[in-house]
């Protein structure tokens, strides 16, 4: 196999991975263009970092959900995931432990109770969707049997940090992206791809499958923990019920994506397109002085057609 | 042996013993569980679940899912006090009514997901979204009192001591487990839900009975929703909330494979009574909230290890 001929392969993959993406970038762009017309603040630095503040939880939580779906699978326990991870890093970092013994810990949560469902996933062959649900009482039970009611003690510091007038959350996007990427270099992180498309394929040709979906699940808690620690920094307290909007929110962040629910289909960039889509949308209509009502409606029109419309189109053009 | 391999391999009976075995356990131990008043007030609580399970497992059996379940009964239970005219002493026009919107809500549902080629999760969790907003819109976020007399006799009456929410359930029951067993209709969501495409070559309509589905899987939710009403006499938002898990619980419980094309009614009758039942006995152990739910996730947990387990395909 000479280097040509795989990187023409590579250059194949991608470019049907990103067909379908296309209008995406158009939509999102046209926001983003409407956004900075509306609100010119958010071409300075701190209206910038604000923004990425905000959707960076959304674009974690995003990833999280899109990492299971490549795999085939779905999780529902993103939000009390997210609240969980709030809670530790609260009530940990005033602690003995620290603030990075905290965040160890947030992170050691979301791996370990990550691992914990995808075994019993993987290996007792149990529906993810159900586990999942499962899985998402007894988190929320744990968050708030460890903090009953909003409050605990995040660094002052770290939320200067993480959440002040630095564009610092743009960067760790950036940084987890990259690492992303290395991921997927690594016969693991193809695997994933491998095992969400054609799993039997996958397994005859010697990837580890149970292994993959143990790991995509961990790597899927581990990222929902670190948005609830950086939820918590953002607002300065841990809440037990912080994370409940994320669960959906995550759902159609990638599906917006274009990520597929049967497992193969989709891009990261795609998911971490559709929750800025998303966080756009939210923004904008909060500054137009929607009610809240109006966002909901709007927000479950939005979704429906930013599927529909794909999908009428290809069908339109075949017809043809 | 060969007794207990029937048994193992028999989901629906497995259940209906595990529930058996709960409420015999149950019974003996805690004082007052095994009382007359608190198993038919247990068959109450069920028969809501049941009824809104039942249009759950039509659209999990196809290989789809109504995550709106929890909206409609919202929707119907708010909108049936303000639907219901003065002028009708019956109270029958406000059910009517409410049961059509409830079915023009299932019927969107099955438009997005056949015609619009939307996923069936996504376009019903959009749904419920939309639906919560418009929710706020028109009832203003109180709770309505019920006057409707046709739905206090349901939520209210016990002819020969046996509720009228457990008749209707049984009826629905009837209804159901022959709609899926007994007539084509449920032969063609059955094919459907184990292989879509081969059905659809052998001129089963994908369009016809996606919408026909949602449809009945909204009208199954809007009456649980006017049976919560009658029971609740008030309607308020959030009040459906807690059924949309319990009847996706109840379905898998009871053996139905959530990828569709394999399961049956008879097994989420038995699932909606064990959910109660657990439900019940936590409630009994009297813990915190945080300790309850972490219960009832590691019962559902237990549970779906005994009945739940998918094959592999």
């Known amino acids: ?320 | 042996m060969s007794l207990l391999k029937t048994i193992l391999r028999n989901p629906p009976l497995l259940t209906f013993l595990l529930v058996a075995l709960v409420w015999l356990v149950a019974g003996l131990t805690l004082r007052g569980f095994g009382a007359f008043g608190h198993l038919r007030y247990l068959l109450e609580l069920a028969s809501v679940i049941g009824i809104a399970a039942a249009g759950q497992t039509l659209v999990i059996l196809m290989g789809g899912i109504d995550l709106s379940v929890g909206a409609v009964i919202t929707v119907t239970a708010i909108l049936l006090p303000l639907l219901s005219p003065a002028w009708d002493p019956t109270g029958l026009v406000g059910v009517v009514l409410a049961l059509a919107i409830a079915i023009g809500i299932g019927f969107l549902n099955g438009l997005g997901a056949a015609v619009l080629r939307v996923p069936p999760i996504i376009m019903t969790l959009a749904m419920a979204t939309f639906l919560q907003g418009v929710l706020v819109l028109v009832a203003g976020g109180s709770a309505v009192t019920v006057q409707n007399p046709a739905v206090i006799l349901l939520g209210q009456t016990r002819p020969l001591g046996v509720p009228a929410g457990v008749v209707l359930w049984v009826v629905v029951s009837a209804v159901v487990l022959m709609l899926i067993h007994r007539m084509p209709i449920g032969a063609r969501f059955l094919a459907l839900g184990a292989n879509p495409l081969a059905a659809r070559l052998s001129g089963v309509s994908l369009t016809r009975n996606t919408l026909i589905l949602y449809s009945l899987s909204g009208f199954f939710a809007g009456l649980a929703g006017i049976l919560l009403l009658g029971m609740n006499r008030q309607g308020y938002v959030g009040i459906g909330d807690p059924y949309l898990l319990t009847s996706i619980a109840a379905v898998v419980l009871g053996g139905t494979s959530i990828l569709g094309g394999r399961g049956t009614y008879a097994g989420t009758i038995p699932g909606a009574l064990l959910l109660v039942t657990t439900t019940a006995l936590i409630t009994v152990v009297n813990a915190s909230p945080g300790w309850r739910s972490i219960m009832f996730g590691s019962l559902i947990l237990g549970l779906l290890l005994i009945s739940g387990r998918e094959a592999r395909r």
């Open chain 1, 1 to 320: 196999m000479t280097l040509a001929t795989s990187s023409s392969l590579y250059r194949a993959v991608q470019r049907r991975r990103n067909r379908g993406l296309l209008g995406l970038y158009i939509v999102v762009t046209a926001f983003l263009i409407l956004y900075a017309v509306l609100f010119p603040g958010i071409l300075s630095v701190g209206g910038f970092s604000k923004f990425t503040q905000n959707w960076f939880p959304l674009a974690l939580v995003a990833m999280a959900q899109a990492l299971l779906m490549l795999n085939g699978g779905i999780t529902l326990a993103i939000g009390p995931m997210v609240s969980l991870g709030a809670v530790i890093a609260a009530t940990t970092m005033g602690g003995p432990l620290g603030t990075f013994g905290g965040f160890l810990a947030v992170a050691a949560a979301g791996l370990c109770i990550g691992a914990a469902t995808g075994a019993i996933v993987a290996l007792l062959r149990l529906p993810a969707i159900i586990v999942t649900l499962a899985g998402s009482f007894i988190i929320s039970g744990v968050a708030l049997i460890m903090l009953p009611r909003p409050g605990g003690f995040v660094p002052e510091w770290l939320s200067t940090l993480l959440a002040g007038h630095t564009p610092m959350a743009f960067l760790l996007l950036v940084l987890i992206l990259g690492l992303w990427k290395i991921f997927l270099a690594t016969p693991l992180g193809l695997g994933i791809y491998a095992a969400g498309d054609n799993p039997v394929g996958a397994y005859r040709s010697g990837v580890p499958i149970d292994r993959v979906k143990i790991v995509s699940f961990a790597l899927s808690g581990l990222l929902a923990a670190l948005a609830g620690l950086f939820v918590a920094a953002q607002t300065g307290s841990g809440d037990p019920i912080i994370g409940t909007p994320f669960t959906l929110n995550s759902i159609a962040a990638a599906v917006l994506g274009g990520v597929g629910f049967l497992g193969g289909k989709g891009t990261m960039r795609g998911a971490v397109c559709g929750s800025l889509l998303l966080s756009v949308m939210i923004n904008v209509m909060f500054f137009l002085g929607f009610p809240p009502v109006a966002q909901y409606v709007a927000q479950g029109l939005i979704i429906v057609g930013a599927v529909a419309v794909p999908e009428l189109l290809g069908r339109w053009r075949t017809n043809r």
